[in-house]
């Protein structure tokens, strides 16, 4: 009887933390630039896919850790209105790993933040149509980025996330031409909007 109340005691708690926990698959689309390249706007269409673990902690507050396939870079196509004929493509491979807090407000709608881990899977850059790039630092295996965002269920299921993505380390190991510092270098800095759709394994509750 004893041993049966101790284990009683062991996974009563361990059932109790599972109903908190939640998971899920994510795709969606993005646009993105990269600031500090001389080039602006964003021209660069990508997109990314993925799954998620959430853990919720209270009636507003959870935690939420991604692992996602994540395409982001910068692109200048000609533009005969500025007189330039100058093309430029920067595409890079990510496997990014955010882990977000985010508080639900109004019960279907939550805002959230948290840092990033970006692990650079390959890339690709070309300028004027010429593959390779127009200069020699290369870019960090490993880097850092912030997202900031909201999302809204639609059905208990279904759920739209827009998010702001960007980059807090420099994309690159070296200084470039066009650099901007922001917070601690110099450097280049992905820059990121990004709509996408997260299906819940689980119902959630409204």
Known sequence: MK???FLLFLILPLGLL??????G??????VSQVDGDTYEGYHKVG???GGFVGLRISRHSSFQMEMQ???????????????????????????????????TFA??????????????LGSYEESNLQEGPPNTVPLRPVTLAG???????ITHHLKASFRFNYSILSIRNG???GARKILFEWGQYNNVLSLSFSWDFKSREF
């Open 107 to 120: 019960k279907r709608f939550a805002a959230e933040i948290g840092p990033a881990i970006d692990v650079t």
């Open 175 to 177: 200084y470039t031409n």
């Open 147 to 153: 997202i900031v965002g909201v999302s809204g269920y």
């Open 69 to 103: 396939y994540i395409q982001k870079g910068s692109r200048n196509s000609n533009d005969s209105a500025h007189m330039s004929d100058n093309t430029y493509l920067l595409r890079i491979h990510y496997l990014e790993i955010p882990v977000l807090y985010q508080y």
């Open 18 to 23: 599972a109903q908190k926990f939640n998971a």
């Open 47 to 49: 997109f990314l896919a």
């Open 3 to 5: 041993k049966v109340c």
């Open 25 to 30: 698959i994510l795709a969606g689309g993005l």
